[in-house]
């Protein structure tokens, strides 16, 4: 792949050695951006009345693609392993974290903008063999028009265009870069063509750097131990979880939104462009094997200040959601969707939808799962095979039984 000056209006390169000596670690480029087989990735599509939107997802030994309305299977691909989910950000696409990398799935539903309007287009899902070469494929965040990819393997990360993954027949050109040291990261692109990091190797994870769109360091925040995750709240403002609370990142500076207990960590969040308070889960113990927490954090970036709410329930890393007016949901063990005013910390309703269920011992067994999507709460059981689509407005509430048990579920907006 070529790397083009398309991002930012510059080439991203490796980090800068400012960058690479605050970190103690050492700069290596690493320029192999992906792997791909010649294949074809355009989906024979049709025009239809209206958005046809379709969520993906995995099982054990596949992937299901699903229409939002009808909560119908489109189609079933095979695909051996443990597979993740994350959107590819261009509303149409899927990247399948698997072995070797992000792998490209269309779900053949997409809307173009014309003026005003927008037509709409659907057609037969594929699964490209169109991969994105990681040796651990991590974090995928779209933000600024741009897509980037985290390969916890070798601290890579590739930007593309998602737009470009409409009709190509190979992978988008790649800008990329390295960072000093592999870990477990993240990267958001900024609108200017910087771009937010994570600081951290190995053995420990510190804090986030802002880098310029030539890899030079700005400014960095190493208040931010075990740093993981990332979202966007209202304002463009970026936040990151950390074991002792929050760093938020407005107008060029960080901030640290502390916690009251010595340990908070804060490892999954769900914002909203909507609202500037950012939902994140809250678990206390450093040692705890598996904890199941029952209360959840509320950030308001403004102030820099941690609610933390009560449920009454515990509740798994996939159960955080946010509702069209920016509401705050959390699926409970309980069985009940909470939704949750982030300004007040009010549980406003408790929306019945499972059968009370329990977290299982590991991370990657299959447990019910949240995805919101225009308003509508998607919620997998495992336990029965069923998808359930809950309005978050009214409570209503549609289900479906799938062909094989649920594991992540992914919508492509």
């Known amino acids: 792949m070529t790397t083009l000056s398309r991002y930012g209006g510059a080439a991203l390169t490796v980090v800068a050695a400012t960058f690479a000596a605050a970190c103690g670690g050492t700069t290596e480029a690493d320029t192999t951006a992906a792997d791909t087989t010649e294949t074809t990735t355009t989906t024979a599509a049709s025009e239809v009345a209206t958005a046809q939107p379709r969520l993906a997802l995995t099982y054990d030994g596949g992937v299901l693609v699903v229409d939002e309305e009808e909560l119908t299977v489109v189609d079933d691909f095979a695909l051996d392993g443990f597979n993740r989910l994350s959107p590819a950000g261009d509303g149409r696409h899927v ?9 490209v799935l269309d779900t053949g539903s997409w809307t173009e903008a014309h003026g005003d309007h927008g037509h709409h287009y659907a057609g037969a899902p594929v699964l490209t063999d169109l991969t994105f070469a990681a040796e651990k494929p991590g974090h995928v965040v779209p933000h600024a028009g741009v897509t980037a990819l985290f390969d916890d393997g070798t601290g890579r990360i590739d930007v593309f265009d998602p737009a470009d993954l409409a009709s190509a027949t190979d992978l988008p ?4 870069r390295a960072l000093p040291e592999a870990h477990h990261g993240v990267a958001v692109p900024m609108p200017d063509g910087g771009m937010l990091v994570t600081l951290g190797d190995s053995e420990e994870r510190t804090g986030v750097a802002l880098l310029d769109e030539n890899g030079t360091e700005i400014t960095r925040t190493e208040q931010c131990p075990g740093v993981h995750g990332e979202t966007v709240a209202a304002d463009g403002v970026v936040a990151f ?7 938020i990142f407005r107008d060029g500076t960080f901030t640290k939104a502390p916690v009251p207990d010595p340990y908070g960590r804060i490892g999954n969040q769900a914002g909203s462009e909507d609202s500037p308070v950012v939902l994140g889960d809250y678990k206390t113990d450093p040692d705890a094997e598996l904890e199941r927490p029952e209360r959840v954090a509320l950030v308001d970036t403004r102030t820099a200040s941690v609610r933390l709410v009560d449920l009454g329930t515990s509740y798994t890393f996939r159960s955080l959601g946010r509702g069209p007016a920016g509401e705050a949901l959390v699926l409970g063990t309980d069985g009940r969707l909470h939704v949750i005013d982030p300004e007040s910390g009010e549980i406003v309703r408790r929306i019945e939808v499972l059968e009370p269920w329990t977290e299982p011992d590991e991370w990657q067994a299959p447990r019910p799962a949240l995805e919101v999507q225009s308003g509508t709460a998607f919620v997998t059981d495992p336990a029965t095979g069923s998808l359930y689509a809950v309005d978050v407005a009214s409570g209503e509430i549609r289900t479906a039984e799938l062909p094989h048990t649920p594991n992540e579920i992914s919508g492509v907006a």
């Open 95 to 103: 990247l399948i974290s698997t072995e070797g990398g992000f792998r």
């Open 173 to 176: 050109d790649l800008d990329s």
């Open 241 to 247: 979880g950390c074991e002792d609370g929050m760093v």
